[in-house]
T-cell receptor, first 113, second 116 residues
Framework: QQQVKQSPQSLIVQKGGISIINCAYE??????FPWYQQFPGKGPALLIA?????SEKKEGRFTISFNKSAKQFSLHIMDSQPGDSATYFC????????????FGEGTQLTVNP | GAVVSQHPSRVICKSGTSVKIECRSL??????MFWYRQFPKQSLMLMAT?????????EQGVEKDKFLINHASLTLSTLTVTSAHPEDSSFYIC????????????FGNGTRLTVT
C-alpha cells in the first residue's frame, strides 16, 4: 500500500516560473517530511525538510507548505532554472523509527530555457 | 558535511554469481544504515535496515538469504546479492544517518547492477 502519493508524475516549466509538486500521506504517525532531488545515475540529495509543528519552511528558492489537517505537503520552486531539471521525491517518516523513509513516486521536472 | 560513499558505482556480473556492494560513512559513525532499490523511472523502495553489530531487518518481500547485509563496523555496511539473476538488475542505494539524534539522512551515489 502506497503511503505517500505524489503528483504530478512529470512537470514542464519555463525558466523563471514556479514549479509546484504535491504529496499526500495517510499515516498520521509520520512526523518528518523531506524532499529529495535526484539527478540521473546519482543518489538522492536532501533539499529541504519540514516537521508538522510549522506550516511553511523556506530555504532560498525552495519552500515547503504543510497542511496537517489535510495530510498534504508541497514543494514550491521559485524562479525555476534549467539546472533544477531533475526528479524530485517527497518522503515521510516516523522519527522514532530512525528515518525509515517512505518515498513518493517521484516527479520528473523539466525546466525549459 | 557528512558523506556516504558507495562502491562500486557500476557492476556487471553473470547470472548465478554474487556481487558485493559497500557503503561507507566517511566522516561520521553510522549505527544504522539503510539499503534501497530503485528500478528505472520508479521510486526508492526500502529493502532493509542494517544495524551495526546485529542482524539486519528486512522489509516484507525481500529475501534475506538472497540479499545478505553485514554491518561489521560503525562506518561500513555491505550488501551482497547472491546468485544474481537478470531481474536483480537495478540501482542499489545506501543511506546512513549520524549517530546523533535528528541528524538528516545522507544517501550514497548508488550502484548500478546489471546481471547478464
Amino acid at each position: 500500500q502506497q503511503q505517500v502519493k505524489q503528483s504530478p508524475q512529470s512537470l514542464i516549466v519555463q525558466k523563471g516560473g514556479i514549479s509546484i509538486i504535491n504529496c499526500a500521506y495517510e499515516n498520521t504517525a509520520f512526523d518528518y517530511f523531506p524532499w529529495y532531488q535526484q539527478f540521473p545515475g546519482k543518489g538522492p540529495a536532501l533539499l529541504i525538510a519540514i516537521r508538522p509543528d510549522v506550516s511553511e519552511k523556506k530555504e532560498g528558492r525552495f519552500t515547503i507548505s504543510f497542511n496537517k489537517s489535510a495530510k498534504q505537503f508541497s514543494l514550491h520552486i521559485m524562479d525555476s532554472q534549467p539546472g533544477d531539471s531533475a526528479t524530485y521525491f517527497c518522503a515521510a517518516s516516523k522519527e522514532t523509527s530512525g528515518s525509515r523513509l517512505t518515498f513518493g513516486e517521484g516527479t520528473q521536472l523539466t525546466v525549459n530555457p | 558535511g557528512a558523506v556516504v560513499s558507495q562502491h562500486p558505482s557500476r557492476v556487471i556480473c553473470k547470472s548465478g554469481t554474487s556481487v558485493k556492494i559497500e557503503c561507507r560513512s566517511l566522516d561520521f559513525q553510522a549505527t544504522t544504515m539503510f539499503w534501497y532499490r530503485q528500478f528505472p523511472k520508479q521510486s526508492l523502495m526500502l529493502m532493509a535496515t542494517s544495524n551495526e553489530g546485529s542482524k539486519a531487518t528486512y522489509e516484507q518481500g525481500v529475501e534475506k538469504d538472497k540479499f545478505l547485509i553485514n554491518h561489521a563496523s560503525l562506518t561500513l555496511s555491505t550488501l551482497t546479492v547472491t546468485s544474481a539473476h537478470p531481474e536483480d538488475s537495478s540501482f542499489y542505494i545506501c543511506s546512513a544517518r549520524d549517530y546523533r539524534f535528528n541528524s538528516p539522512l545522507h544517501f550514497g551515489n548508488g550502484t548500478r547492477l546489471t546481471v547478464t
